[in-house]
């Protein structure tokens, strides 16, 4: 079971986790500031450094607050601020249909579905709330171990299969 | 013996414009009948035309299952190819389970190639399930992402990547819901993206909970779902209780209440088969009172010779064109 994400879970998180209209905030204050202190980053730091510091931010604290996977394309506040790459078939778009009478998931018994938690969240959040409902494009499995919030902020992560996006324009 | 690829038949040719027979008949209007094939355990052709031969004269479509239970059997293209081949009207079941996005799309535009028309999107249940637990889980996909991209191949007439298909599949794409399992509030509204990413048939998960499927359908209904989308009911019938037992407690999404558990204990012996086809027969018929429900989709593991009597018995049984 060592190779599921759940199984390297760091402790003290899920309190944090039930609290989805204060990590919305969070969410949202952090990527306003990001988005107004970026250019001036930039211009002092290094591309190697600036690479550096951002993925071991990442990983410390959304890896202690969501047990973040890092693929490197959030979605985060989309799915009731709940990482949905915790799910062990990777679902950006879930619940599957092999969600257990208890709520707990088909393939680690002992975990309650990463999926149950996101909607149950969405349904309290308010700024993102209903985002779940977003169609999520299919994950590019070449950005994982980069950061997300430099992806974010460079447009990376918003660059979707061009034939994703023909039918996303009508 | 002739070789059917150096002369490829009459149907072969005409199959590339046709539209999904299944599509056709939902359109009529009529209750359709859709069946779920046993795919063999073996590379002879006979196999599979053994398992299809009792569906065949009462089915609309019959679904090749993809690896179901995360069990290997003969591929769903291969099944697919053969039915049609002969004349039936295949269901590709796709799972995202073992194949990443370039092998699923070449697989999509295959099958088109080699008959198939309906197509079934399913996340597919986990590694964990089958006798080969040890397998690496693919998930490139998941259903939803798959279900788009069969709608880009066929509606753009290009792959993921944008490149362009000299002549794109004509598919009549499905998926499947399941309003059985947490969390049954919100299955609805899963149901509603499904069809936003192109889905328009469902086949659900076994239903052997009638209240909690007509609590599903009116939210649905309150939604205007069932005007978007045909829905096919999963029925199928119990052997006894301990396969009862075992589907619902091995089979990942299956939920069996106790009330239909207990009926099975309490018949005698020799009279279990009939009365797990009794079930069946009475799920179809409250199934099919219920608005939005456009047919049922039989799931007869190794029984697929009690699905002719599931169908006249319920009656839905109808005469189908000479195929």
Redesign the interface.
């Given at each position: 079971m060592s190779s599921f994400a759940e199984s390297k879970r760091k402790p003290g998180s899920e309190w944090l986790k039930n609290r989805p209209r204060l990590l919305e905030g969070i969410y949202a204050g952090s990527k306003s500031a990001l988005q107004l202190l970026y250019p001036v980053l930039k211009r002092i730091l290094p591309a190697r450094w600036m690479d550096g510091i951002f993925v071991w931010s990442e990983e410390v604290s959304k890896g202690y607050l969501f047990n973040c996977q890092m693929c490197g394309q959030c979605i985060l506040h989309s799915t009731g601020m709940t990482c949905p790459m915790n799910c062990p078939k990777n679902l950006r778009n879930g619940p599957c249909g092999g969600v257990r009478q208890n709520g707990h998931c088909e393939v680690i018994p002992e975990m309650p579905c990463v999926w149950v938690q996101a909607w149950q969240r969405d349904a309290q959040m308010g700024r993102y709330g209903g985002e779940i409902q977003l169609l999520q494009p299919p994950v590019n499995r070449s950005l994982q171990n980069s950061s997300a919030w430099l992806n974010l902020l460079e447009g990376v992560d918003a660059q979707q299969p061009s034939g994703w996006s023909t039918i996303e324009l009508e | 013996m002739e070789n059917p690829d150096q002369h490829p038949t009459a149907s072969e040719g005409e199959s590339l414009g046709s539209e999904s027979r299944l599509l056709q008949v939902l359109k009529g209007g009529h209750f359709a009948v859709t069946a779920e094939l046993n795919a063999p355990d073996s590379a002879d052709p006979k196999d599979v035309y053994a398992n299809v031969l009792a569906l065949g004269d009462v089915c609309d479509g019959i679904n090749a299952t993809d690896g179901s239970g995360a069990n290997c059997h003969m591929s769903s293209v291969a099944c697919c190819a053969l039915m049609a081949r002969a004349g039936y009207e295949p269901v590709l079941q796709v799972s995202?389970?073992d194949r990443n996005?370039i092998a699923i799309q070449g697989d999509l535009l295959g099958a088109a190639a080699l008959g198939v028309r309906n197509v079934l999107c399913l996340?597919?249940?986990?590694v964990?399930?089958g006798d080969q637990p040890e397998a690496r889980?693919v998930?490139?996909?998941?259903?939803?992402?798959l279900l788009?991209?069969a709608?880009?191949l066929r509606?753009?007439g290009?792959?993921?990547?944008?490149?362009k298909l000299t002549t794109a599949p004509d598919f009549f794409l499905g998926a499947?819901?399941?309003p059985f399992?947490?969390?049954q509030d919100?299955r609805h509204?899963?149901l509603?993206?499904k069809i936003?990413?192109g889905a328009q048939f469902i086949q659900t998960?076994y239903c052997y909970d009638v209240p909690v499927f007509e609590a599903f359908m009116r939210r649905a209904r309150d939604m205007g779902l069932h005007e978007r989308v045909y829905m096919l009911v999963g029925v199928g019938p119990l052997r006894s209780e301990r396969a009862a037992e075992f589907m619902r407690s091995r089979v990942?999404?299956v939920?069996i209440p106790d009330a239909v558990v207990d009926r099975l204990a309490k018949t005698p012996r020799k009279g279990k088969r009939a009365e797990g086809i009794q079930i069946c027969v009475e799920i179809i018929e409250e199934v099919k009172q219920i608005e939005g429900v456009h047919g049922v989709h039989i799931m007869a593991y190794r029984q697929e010779e009690t699905v002719p009597e599931i169908v006249e018995r319920a009656g839905i049984l109808r005469s189908r064109p000479e195929e």
């Open positions: - | 995202c389970r996005r996340t597919g249940d986990d964990s399930a889980r998930f490139d996909f998941d259903a939803l992402q788009r991209t709608q880009i509606d753009q290009v792959f993921l990547s944008g490149r499947a819901a399941n399992v947490p969390p919100l509204l899963r509603a993206k936003e990413a998960q990942p999404g939920h």
